[in-house]
């Protein structure tokens, strides 16, 4: 059974720093995908930043590229998300995920939250 559990989430101020990371147990990680996505109040999942199993390509959401960085450690089934100039907007539960497809969501974690205050 594959599980994954994210950590590093937490209350920060506008302009702060945090990094998340999602530890993948069940599996290997060989030709998976992994992701970052969040959720604010109210609002849809949304995509934030993704990267690939093959070269380690990344994409990011209009909304956090320049800011927030995705990584992944292979051997150590561990995927980041360094988030820098943290704003308001950034406030949301965070999910990591990992798939097979472009957009990993074939499994997902139960989220971390981050908030973001003035």
């Known amino acids: 059974q594959v599980q994954l559990v994210e950590s590093g989430g937490g209350l920060v101020q506008a302009g702060g720093s945090l990094k998340l990371s999602c530890a993948v147990s069940?599996?290997?990680?060989?030709?998976?995908?992994m992701g970052w996505f969040r959720q604010a109040p109210g609002k849809e999942r949304e995509f934030v930043a993704r990267i690939t199993w093959m070269y380690g390509a990344t994409y990011y959401a209009d909304s956090v590229k320049g800011r927030f960085t995705i990584s992944r450690d292979n051997p150590k089934n561990t995927l980041y998300l360094q988030m820098h100039s943290l704003k308001l907007e950034d406030t949301a539960v965070y999910y990591c995920?990992?798939?097979?497809?472009?957009?990993?969501?074939?499994?997902w974690g139960q989220g971390t939250q981050v908030t973001v205050s003035s």
């Open positions: 069940g599996r290997t990680l060989n030709g998976y995908n």
């Open positions: 995920a990992v798939g097979r497809g472009a957009i990993p969501d074939d499994y």
